[in-house]
């Protein structure tokens, strides 16, 4: 069996058991932590967690992060300035995480989830360098009632995770689900 499949074997049998409703929006948080290096892989069998969470009596619905800030700085009124000058996007980039939570909101608003739907959050990669997936996670979580996915391409080892394995990573409250070992 492969890394892909144990990962949704893990996922599986987390997702399979039963919720608390009384925990903090931190602890409803799980990140499904795989090599950088799969995620093609990743975003071909997305349709198996989806799967595993509906076969779990759970609805699952699918928020991309991967265009986002593409979309975000096309909308800048001075977008063509930042795409001749790069360095100065650092002037305006704290306003990026806001409107990944303004996109979310609407998402949402939308698809109505409630406190027994995964929201599953796939590109997290695309945030590399932009922002940091805590400080995300932190914005997205308390707008969840059910429980936040997050496909996460990078590392965890000892309650610390890398995004890519690029740089120091962060501790965070959210289950960690591996290929390497269960929750």
Not at 6 to 16: A, T, V, W
Not at 29 to 40: A, L, P, S
Not at 71 to 90: H, M, R, V
Not at 112 to 132: R, Y
Request: aromatic letters at 14%.
């Amino acid at each position: 069996m492969g890394k892909i499949e144990r990962l949704q074997q893990s996922y599986k049998k987390f997702i399979e058991i039963p919720w608390k409703s009384d925990i903090a929006p931190a602890q409803r948080v799980i990140f499904c932590v795989y090599d950088e290096h799969e995620e093609r892989s990743i975003r071909a069998k997305i349709d198996e967690f989806e799967l595993a969470t509906k076969q779990a009596n759970h609805r699952w619905i699918l928020f991309s992060l991967t265009n986002t800030f593409p979309e975000w700085l096309g909308c800048q009124k001075y977008a063509k300035s930042y795409f001749n000058k790069p360095d100065i996007i650092t002037q305006i980039l704290p306003q990026y995480p806001l409107y990944i939570k303004q996109k979310f909101e609407k998402f949402i608003n939308e698809k109505s989830p409630d406190e027994n739907t995964v929201i599953a959050l796939s590109g997290v990669g695309s945030l590399f360098g932009l922002i940091k997936v805590k400080e995300l996670v932190d914005i997205l979580a308390p707008l969840t009632k059910g429980r936040l996915v997050i496909f996460f391409p990078g590392s965890y080892e000892g309650n610390n995770y890398r995004l890519l394995d690029g740089y120091d990573g962060w501790n965070y409250l959210a289950v960690p689900i591996t290929a390497n070992k269960e929750f």
